[in-house]
């Protein structure tokens, strides 16, 4: 009994050896005792220790222990010295516990066996989104058999996410059209993944503009591009398909041809469709017409408009201008601008004394410039206009008005009509091109001038003060050189224009000499961060007559589209052909050149190193 009470209060350390009593003053002892670090085995009535009798003599003959050695205990006897025997309902828990481990394993196997099995069938069942690899593909179309415009758009009309080209040109003279024989054309629609043909649609004459655009806003309606033709034709095209689904009437414009492409208003006869309104010249009289057309059926909205100005120069306009307070204009002219409130147009059209309360809206400041005898039309600006464009501003949901004129620029404010800044710049005759140059987050704008035959020179307009922060001159004998510009993710514009090839300049110098002969010209692209440099991107033979910059939305980067026609033969068809180019990846293949030299040097590493990370977005500027 007092052996089963010293074994249940047994405690860890060293016994007393007379009395097996627990002594704390020979614990360090411990650690020397070798009897403490052997296994004693104990038989179930505690008899036997170490093959031993507790008095040190040998076995009873009857006795449970066998005489011929060491007991060997039943397992679940066995036990260690200082430690109680494990259970069998021990064994039972672990066994029932592996078996939830191998359960829960072969669960986990299975379910990621499953997983990878999805992972497969959805990389091979459900296709990517096409990748536009290196964006790089030149087709040639045909001939072009006369004709001076060059109308080029872009739209996504597969709904591949990457924008397709439309483009058209004059295919015959032998065409004919109502009021006499004149040249037949093509519209023509070009994957943007490869440049092959989606679809193409004959014309009756000679188009002037193709513009895609929403008639429907907040719809999901495929893309409509409405193309204008240069004597009557005026249709509405299904992209997707090609077909045009509404042509206005050539009758309805039996006292004049059209003067301009179209322009598209707000819902006029509220069936949910944006009408449009066209310009067009009387054939015997200085005369100009306004005619409202709906966006749905191609009909008129009542009867032409007629207008007596007086002007001499190129054709301004059309263009709708809405102000802050929501009143709609439509600026015109020749050689100078006018405007006429739309409210005035609907109501003459109609023959009636109303208009709907949209149109109702007036802006003061605008108000008070009609002229005396011409009530209708308000004077806006009459001093040698060649151009006309909408400038958006930030923060703002109206447009300022930027003028090109024989005298330079000028920048009036939307709201009132005022000058906002007027740069002295004779020889201006192209059109400014806007984009992110300064900080500031106001559209700065990069021109070209005419300095002498075969030169020209560029320049960075800052839009908020008007003055130049940025110029070099090139060598370039192309009549016409179109410039162009992307927005980068950072708010930064890099600006895209076309001259000769540029050798090395010597230092300090803003003159570029040629490098190469006349006929051959270079895409040249400049980036705020690297005022000093220019990159090559790529060059062409022919006469650029058409560029357009799009964006890939998937892949953050632009694309640029060109339309260039030629060189060919003596007398006969210029060969018309689009090409396009991945910015991204140009930029990556580009040659740089070296305007003038900077501290510390620009290398070509860190150049290739902050390239790489340019990413496009979408212009936030399109009026």
């Given amino acids: 009994m007092a052996t089963v009470l010293s074994r249940a209060l047994k405690l860890p350390g060293k016994k007393s050896p007379d009395l097996g009593e627990y002594d704390p003053l020979t614990q360090a002892d411990s650690d020397e005792s070798e009897d403490d670090l052997v296994l004693n085995l104990q038989q179930k009535n505690g008899g036997v220790k170490n093959g031993k009798s507790p008095l040190g003599e040998a076995p009873e003959p009857d006795s449970d222990a066998e005489v011929a050695g060491p007991a060997k205990p039943h397992l679940s006897e066995v ?68 004709g001076d415009l060059s109308p080029l758009e872009l739209a996504d009309v597969n709904g591949d996410g990457l924008r397709d080209v439309l483009l058209s040109f004059v295919t015959s003279r032998n065409g004919s059209s109502a009021g006499g024989s004149r040249p037949a054309a093509d519209l023509v629609c070009l994957s943007g993944m490869n440049g092959s043909t989606l679809w193409s649609s004959p014309l009756p004459e000679e188009v002037q503009d193709v513009t895609c655009l929403d008639l429907m806003p907040g719809s999901v309606a495929e893309v409509i591009c409405l193309v204008t033709g240069t004597h009557k034709m005026l249709s509405a095209f299904n992209a997707t398909s090609g077909k045009a689904m509404w042509t206005l009437s050539p009758n309805s414009l039996s006292n004049g041809t059209l003067a301009a492409p179209a322009v598209v208003l707000p819902d006029l006869d509220e069936d949910g469709v944006r009408d449009l309104a066209v310009l067009a010249i009387g054939e015997t009289q200085p005369d100009v017409y306004f005619l409202l057309v709906s966006g749905q059926t191609g009909s008129p909205v009542g009867r032409p408009v007629k207008y007596s100005i007086v002007g001499v120069g190129n054709l301004i306009g059309p263009q709708v201008h809405i102000t802050a307070s929501g009143a709609v204009y439509i600026l015109f002219g020749f050689g100078n601008i006018q405007a006429v409130a739309l409210r005035d147009i609907f109501v003459q059209a109609q023959n009636r004394d109303s208009s709907p309360p949209s149109l109702q809206i007036e802006e003061p400041e605008w108000e008070k410039r009609r002229s005396i005898n011409l009530s209708e039309l308000i004077d806006i600006y009459s001093d040698g206009v060649e151009l006309l464009q909408m400038v958006k501003m930030p923060d ?67 839009g908020d003060s008007g003055s130049i922060i940025w110029s070099y001159s090139a060598p370039c004998h192309m009549k016409e050189t179109l410039t162009t510009s992307a927005v980068t993710s950072d708010r930064k514009s890099v600006f895209l224009f076309w ?55 998937l892949w953050k980067d632009a694309f640029y589209v060109t339309r260039t026609t030629g060189p060919s033969p003596e007398g006969h068809p210029a060969p018309v052909v689009v090409s396009k180019l991945s910015l991204r990846w140009a930029l990556m293949e580009s040659q740089m050149v070296q305007l003038k030299e900077t501290t510390p040097k620009i290398g070509r590493g860190e150049l290739r190193r902050f390239l790489s990370r340019i990413k496009f977005v979408d212009s936030p500027y399109q009026v």
């Fill in 499 to 553: 001259a000769e090839g540029l050798s090395a300049a010597p230092p300090n110098s803003d003159v570029i000499l040629a490098a190469d002969p006349p006929s051959l010209y270079h895409l040249y692209l400049l980036h705020p961060t690297f005022p000093s440099i220019l990159l090559d991107l790529s060059n062409a033979t022919g006469t650029v007559t058409a560029s357009k910059v799009g964006i890939n939305d």
């Fill in 79 to 146: 036990t260690t010295e200082g430690y109680p025997s494990e259970p069998l309902g021990a064994l039972e828990q672990k066994a029932t516990s592996s078996l939830a481990s191998y359960v829960r394993t072969s669960v986990f196997l299975l379910t990621l066996g499953i997983s990878m099995i999805l992972v497969l069938l959805c990389a091979f069942l459900i296709p990517c989104p096409p990748r536009d690899l290196h964006s790089t593909w030149s087709r040639r179309l045909g001939s072009q058999r006369g």
């Fill in 396 to 462: 703002s949901n109206c447009s300022n008005l930027l003028i090109t004129t024989r005298q330079g620029l000028v920048l009036l404010r939307g709201q009132n009509l005022t000058p906002y800044w007027t740069l002295s710049l004779p020889g201006l005759r192209s059109q400014p091109t806007p984009g992110y140059f300064t900080d500031d987050q106001t559209l700065d704008f990069l021109l070209q001038t005419q300095e002498v035959v075969g030169m020209k020179k560029m320049m960075v307009v800052d």
